[in-house]
């Protein structure tokens, strides 16, 4: 009998072996890292029929860029968008950590909603008028289309014989695509007077063309994973 039950006790122990093959396995991390999960905030305007989501600890608030009485000013609203966690910045040149806390500020996204009469100067590079041509195939009226060549700056291009690249406001591309149903154009490689890169997206309400032309900037890189969760829930 005693022979029998150690015969039998390897084959249990091998048959209960194999009833956990295949069984997931339950692992336990002592150092794991909670997931932090953004919250948002809807921001509406009812003037100029908008809304979008917002990280909920980013700062709106309004900024005046320019007069409204000034007859060159093409802004009928412009708010500023910050996020406080970033450290400040300054992109001129040379500054010491004290100059820069002193000096600097925290990098905003700015949100401009444009006149719906631009200024136009009649000439532009072949590259920002193939902007035209795509919009106008997603449907944008032409004449609309037209206008917003008024709220782009000049792409770059060598063949124009206008000022040096450092002294006028130009992008090296511009990129046509449509978000949450809007037509956006982003504009990237933007430099303002040749000191720093931007990002510049203007955005046509894409269900009837009655709106204003909204435009979002910042700093190249500064808002990159935010600013595509503004575009993808922005409503007219």
């Not at 006790?9 to 953004?38: D, E, R």
């Not at 412009?78 to 010491?96: A, E, G, H, Q």
């Amino acid at each position: 009998m005693k022979k029998l039950f150690i015969f039998l006790l390897p084959f249990s122990i091998v048959l209960f072996a194999g009833c956990n093959i295949g069984k997931p396995q339950t692992q336990t991390t002592k150092n794991s890292i909670p997931t932090v999960k953004t919250t948002y905030e809807t921001y509406q305007n009812e003037t100029f029929g908008f809304d979008f989501q917002y990280p909920k600890n980013f700062i709106v608030k309004l900024y005046e860029l320019c007069s409204a009485k000034d007859p060159y000013c093409t802004l009928e609203l412009s708010l500023k968008i910050t996020n406080p966690s970033l450290p400040k910045k300054v992109y001129d040149c040379c500054y010491t950590p004290e100059e820069i806390e002193q000096y600097g500020e925290i990098p905003p996204i700015m949100l401009k909603v444009l006149k719906k009469d631009p200024i136009t100067y009649g000439f532009y590079p072949e590259s920002q008028n193939k902007v035209v041509e795509e919009i106008i195939t997603l449907g944008v009226p032409k004449e609309l289309a037209n206008k917003i060549l008024g709220y782009l700056p000049s792409s770059s291009d060598p063949t124009l014989d206008i000022a040096p690249p450092a002294l006028v406001d130009s992008c090296s591309a511009h990129q046509v695509s449509k978000i949450n149903g809007n037509i956006v154009v982003k504009s990237s490689g933007c430099t303002h007077e040749g000191v720093f890169e931007t990002q510049l997206f203007t955005v046509i309400d894409g269900k009837d063309f009655q709106n204003n032309v909204l435009q979002f900037d910042y700093k190249a890189n500064d808002y990159d994973a935010e600013i595509e969760k503004i575009l993808e829930t922005l409503n007219f």
